[in-house]
């Protein structure tokens, strides 16, 4: 049986809905942008100094507007352009693998009624999520 992508992708979603997993995709470029782009300005506004104030105001203000933008994962998942989603899916079809299902409904079923399998597909989903997507990982309390 051929790996089915909408199946798992299926899966990766309700089982990080049901542990209420957020993540947070750091944004370093646009961070990076407004500390280089505020330390040019104070450059041209202050000289030397104003390079040290803007390069230094810049980079809070970079790290503020990066900060905190957690959103919950099914709604990354679905975002994930094809090649990304089908790396996800090598990465937790090696766990499954030689487990049979007919649709998504039954894989879930599956995964949901085996403990074991359950914390693999979630360590490898969250493996995924910190090392492909560079994200950091938040449970709901």
């Given at each position: ?19 209420q997993i957020k993540v947070a995709v ?116």
């Open positions: 049986m051929a790996p089915r992508i909408d199946d798992i992708m299926r899966l990766c979603c309700e089982l990080s809905a049901h542990d750091k944004n370093s470029t646009k961070g990076a942008m407004v500390a280089g782009g505020t330390a040019f300005l104070g450059g041209l506004l202050g000289g030397p100094p104003g390079i040290a104030v803007g390069g230094a105001v810049g980079g809070l203000l970079g790290s503020w507007l990066t900060s905190g933008q957690f959103r919950p994962l099914p709604q990354i998942l679905m975002e994930l352009p094809p090649a990304e989603q089908q790396k996800l899916c090598s990465d937790i079809m090696a766990v499954l693998g030689n487990l049979n299902w007919m649709d998504a409904a039954q894989l879930i079923a599956l995964v949901m009624g085996n403990a074991s399998l359950q914390q693999q597909v979630v360590a490898t989903l969250l493996n995924f999520v910190t090392k492909e997507l560079k994200a950091e990982v938040r449970y709901q309390d």
